[in-house]
């Protein structure tokens, strides 16, 4: 009994630290344009085909993941510099449906470049299954939830410490007054587009030794990355990173317990319940109506 | 009191419009075009009062389009009900759910309430998937033609007449609820909730009925098309098809009833032009997506009306 708690738990905290780097992709653009990025899901699945493809060119693991996360940088910021930029001031709805058209346009892109099959992404160090307690982990899970915390860490230590991460948080505080300040707010929305992209598709190769990676990988890691987002209340770093790990966790033991064929909904039923009852998700500020 | 306003205006055009077109509807492929275009239009209408007028976004209403058909699937094949009966208790029982859910999400805004609707549409499908010894899973299951007096209803030709009845009677609702109290206090709301709740408009109740309402188009639009094709799949309750409905609505023009129909035929059309281009499809359509939504934000009729003001002055 407690080994297979054990093992359900070692399994969410792996998949939870998945959600939690998705959910702070969200997060970060959230706050610096108060867009929902819709194409989230994409740059989780940019990072990982990018990786496959680099990797059958004959490249090391490490340079091809390098050179994926800044493909996929690179996505994000042309989305922001060509799709964004343009509808600024556009209702929320509007900026939804355009990223949602991106992220129709990119999975399009991706059956062209690529193809409609499954990718492996080799494990960074190995097959052979750790024990723990009666359960066992993947080499590969202890390098997802390593560096999504050595992340989280440096993101922490970004927003806080350097001039850069100020200033981006600055912008999403108040842009006029950022702007006044003498920063360049049309470039750090364009960085934090970049950075949330680099988030997501480390996400997507992290992963990838494990579930594999496709096309179509993004989608349902996008809603789930979203709906952690939300969970821990939208904008906040911290709340994005308890929610993943909720949501995550919460899945493996419902799929475990309860119902592995409804694995998908549980996290949906998850953030209808605590949405019911907080409507402004686990963490966040209470709204309060300006009249 | 002048009779010709725009609104009557426009429901005439519709009206001729949706007599004209079988004058230029060759085959019975056209017909079914047309068909999806005026269920597709219906759901639209609907969400349109919602999204547009309420000012509540929805990004589930694939679902309740997907209980409607499967509802009404399942009683008339599994149960034997008449097909009739059928539409009517599945609709029913969808404006019920609606209204049990609309109150605790409804409560949500913006961002909130964009997922708490899409996390109720992804449940639905998920459960539209799995529970294949009813809806036979991903492959989809056959539904029995709708009958009336023992007379099976089949062929485009009538279809095409039932559907647009439907239309033109769901554009003259929208247009009437529009211009009536609870209209007005709708768009006092997505004016600002608090400034109407200040003048007595009891804001919930106003947008779990108009919830209610939009939920209930999608639905009967949804038991239609099953009944109209003959078979159903999952898809038509996915979240990448709630996503079509709301896109029709923002690109014909929100906040208006006859740019929910302009939308949702130029969406329908859309694919159906681009099958040529085969692999190119999604690509094609996602990009046609982002650049009118990037340079007409306000979609395609609004942006239209504008340019026509702008050449009159």
């Known amino acids: 009994m407690a080994a297979q708690l054990t093992q359900f738990l070692l399994t969410g905290l792996t998949v939870g630290a998945i959600y939690a780097l998705v959910a702070l992709g969200f997060a970060i653009i959230y706050n610096a344009s108060h867009v929902i990025n819709f194409a989230q899901g994409e740059f989780v699945m940019v990072g990982g ?117 100020k200033a981006i948080l600055a912008t999403s505080y108040n842009p006029m007054a950022a702007q006044l300040c003498g920063i360049n707010v049309r470039f750090m929305l364009f960085l934090s587009f970049g950075l949330s992209a680099a988030l997501g598709a480390v996400a997507g190769i992290l992963i990838a030794p494990i579930t594999l990676t496709s096309w179509d990988v993004g989608v349902m890691l996008g809603l789930k990355g979203f709906a952690a987002a939300i969970l ?23 799929a475990g317990y309860i119902s592995s064929a409804y694995k998908d909904a549980i996290a949906f039923v998850i953030i209808l319940a605590v949405l019911f009852f907080m409507p402004n998700g686990l963490f966040g500020k209470h709204g309060l109506d300006r009249v | ?57 929805s990004l589930g209403h694939a679902g309740f389009f997907g209980l409607g058909a499967y509802g009404s699937a399942i009683l008339s094949s599994h149960y034997g009900l008449p097909a009739a009966l059928a539409i009517v208790l599945t609709n ?49 299951m056959s539904v029995v033609p709708l009958a009336l007096f023992g007379q099976p209803l089949t062929g485009e030709l009538l279809w095409y007449w039932l559907v ?27 004016g600002s909730e608090v400034g109407a709740s200040v003048c007595g408009i009891d804001a919930t109740r106003a947008k779990v009925g108009i919830f209610v309402i939009s939920a209930v188009f999608a639905s009967f639009a949804g038991s239609l098309m099953a009944h109209y094709s003959g078979f159903i799949t999952p898809g038509k309750a996915s979240f990448f098809h709630s996503i079509e409905l709301v896109a029709m609505v923002v690109f014909g023009g929100m906040s208006s009833t006859f740019g929910a129909v302009i939308g949702a035929a130029a969406l329908t059309l859309l694919p159906q032009l681009l099958t040529v281009l085969k692999e190119y499809e999604m690509v094609v359509f996602g990009a046609v997506m982002m650049l009118t939504m990037i340079f007409f934000p306000r979609g ?3 942006s239209l009306m504008l340019l026509l003001a702008r050449i009159r002055k």
């Open chain 1, 49 to 165: 085909m990018v990786t496959v493809s680099l990797i059958h060119a004959g490249l090391p693991l490490l340079a091809a993941i390098a050179l994926a996360v800044l493909a996929a940088a690179a996505v994000g910021m042309a989305l922001e510099h060509f799709a964004i930029e343009p509808a600024r001031g556009a209702s929320p709805v509007t900026l939804i449906i355009i990223t949602i058209g991106a992220s129709i346009l990119l999975r399009g892109l991706a059956t062209l470049v690529w193809d409609k099959k499954l990718h492996n992404v080799p494990s960074f160090s190995g097959e052979a299954p750790i024990q723990i307690g009666g359960a066992t982990i993947l080499p590969q899970s202890l390098w997802v939830v390593g560096i999504s915390l050595l992340i989280m860490f440096l993101l922490g230590r970004f927003f806080g410490r350097t001039l850069i991460g």
């Open chain 1, 232 to 254: 821990g209340g939208l904008g906040s770093g911290v709340g994005a990173v308890l929610g993943g790990l909720i949501l995550g966790i919460a899945e493996s033991l419902g």
């Open chain 2, 1 to 57: 009191m002048k009779w010709m306003t725009p609104r009557r205006g426009g429901l005439a055009l519709l009206l001729v419009l949706v007599l004209a077109l079988p004058l230029v509807l060759v085959n019975n492929y056209w017909y079914e075009v047309a068909i999806q275009i005026g269920l597709n239009a219906v759901v639209c209408v609907g969400l349109n009062l919602l999204i547009g007028y309420a000012g509540q976004i």
């Open chain 2, 164 to 190: 647009a009845f439907t239309l033109v009677a769901a554009v003259a609702l929208a247009l009437n609820l529009i211009d009536s109290p609870i209209g007005r206090a709708l768009r006092a709301l997505n």
């Open chain 2, 300 to 302: 395609f009729l609004p």
């Open chain 2, 92 to 140: 029913v029982g969808v404006a019920l759910l609606a209204l049990l859910v609309g109150r605790p999400i409804l409560r949500l805004k913006g961002n909130y309430l964009a997922m708490a609707t899409l996390g109720m549409g992804v449940i639905i499908s998920i459960a539209i998937v799995t529970e294949d010894k009813l809806t036979g899973g991903p492959d989809g």
